[in-house]
């Protein structure tokens, strides 16, 4: 019976309404915040402990990669080769036994992570040392396609955004170096949609995965891969309303399709399954910038700057404002049906 009616209190009480309490003089200082741990929502002494040894092991991580980076961008002329793929593959070993030996958990892996960083510094160390004259698109596929294996076995949300950024990475050089050999094939432009599609459909399997993996329930993942998609979209719905319109282009009329397909999914996804307003505020910028380039596009500017300047600052205010209240409106709605 109390176990029950802690859940409903639990269902019931939220921060904003024990905030509301306060402000309204119907809860006590104290009280607010015992509600608030009660409800958990103030950290207990063993969550800031948590916390502070996985930042310092992070911290700790990332100073010592630096460390070999920079140890190597200052010594590079002093060092023979061999001593040079010697002090990167001694650390990188190391980093994968202790990975090993650690087991599962956060301090594994932060090893596993390590792993990874030095293996694409072991890749560009000994491109530069051999001149294989890859491309450097190659590079960071390459350097996604090793450390694959370790992002499986570490289980890591983190790891996973930045096995992604790889990915982001090499498919932008790809795209911007190779863009003159693809110019002679009727998809040539279809390589601007890569990156909407490459975040889009990361950003689907991790939500499928959301409620099967425990380890995926973390809400910055999802949130910085949206963001991603958002920039991505919104520099493909920019660049239609330039280029669309031009002949060479094919493909770049059949861009508001799958703009539209993208700003409608995101918009119900995290509206109506898993409410999330970062993802719509992303969503939201997104269309304001796109509506403003096409704007921008139509404007014909007169002698006297100052009425389009107006025109187009009211119209930026008028849509954000409109945004804004929208998204209140939005979690308004949220905190209503909880």
């Known amino acids: 019976m109390k176990q029950a009616q802690h859940n409903a209190i639990n269902h ?25 741990q009660y409800i958990g929502c103030t950290p207990a002494a063993a969550e800031w402990q948590r916390f502070a040894d996985r930042l310092l092991l992070a911290l700790g991580t990332l100073l010592l990669l630096s460390g070999i980076v920079f140890f190597f961008a200052y010594n590079w002329q002093a060092l023979h080769r061999f001593v040079r793929m010697g002090l990167v593959a001694a650390p990188l070993a190391v980093c994968a036994l202790l990975a090993w030996r650690s087991g599962g958990g956060f301090v594994g892996q932060a090893w596993l992570g390590g792993a990874t960083v030095l293996t694409g510094v072991l890749l560009a160390v000994s491109g530069q040392i051999y001149q294989t004259g890859a491309d450097t698109e190659l590079l960071f596929f390459a350097w996604a396609l090793l450390i694959l294996p370790w992002v ?33 094939f009727i998809l040539a432009d279809s390589l601007f949609w890569a990156p909407l599609l490459l975040n889009a459909c990361a950003l689907v399997a ?12 973390a809400g910055y993942g999802p949130r910085i891969i949206a963001l991603v998609a958002a920039v991505s979209a919104t520099a493909l719905g920019i660049g239609w309303w330039w280029l669309g319109r031009l002949g060479e282009w094919r493909w770049m009329p059949y861009t508001p399709l ?31 910038c796109v509506v403003m380039a096409g704007v921008l596009k139509h404007l014909r500017f007169r002698d006297s700057f100052a009425f389009d300047f107006l025109l187009l600052g009211l119209l930026v205010a008028g849509l954000t404002a409109a945004a804004a209240l929208w998204l209140r409106r939005v979690a308004a ?3 209503a049906q909880a």
């Not at 890591?156 to 795209?175: C, E, I, Q, S, T």
């Not at 703009?259 to 399954?273: D, E, N």
């Open 12 to 36: 019931r009480a939220t921060r904003a309404l024990l905030e509301t309490l306060a402000a309204d003089g119907r809860l006590s200082r104290a009280g607010l915040q015992r509600g608030l």
């Open 152 to 184: 499986l076995v570490a289980r890591a949300p983190w790891l996973w955004l930045f096995w992604l950024l790889l990915g982001n990475v090499a498919l932008l050089l790809y795209v911007t170096g190779r863009l003159e050999i693809w110019t002679v």
């Open 206 to 217: 991790w939500e499928a995965g959301w409620r099967p993996f425990e380890w995926l329930r």
């Open 258 to 288: 799958l703009y539209g397909a993208w700003l409608g999914g995101t918009l119900w996804f995290y509206q109506h399954r898993r409410r999330d307003i970062v993802p719509l505020a992303a969503a939201s910028f997104s269309a304001i």
């Open 333 to 335: 709605s949220w905190e």
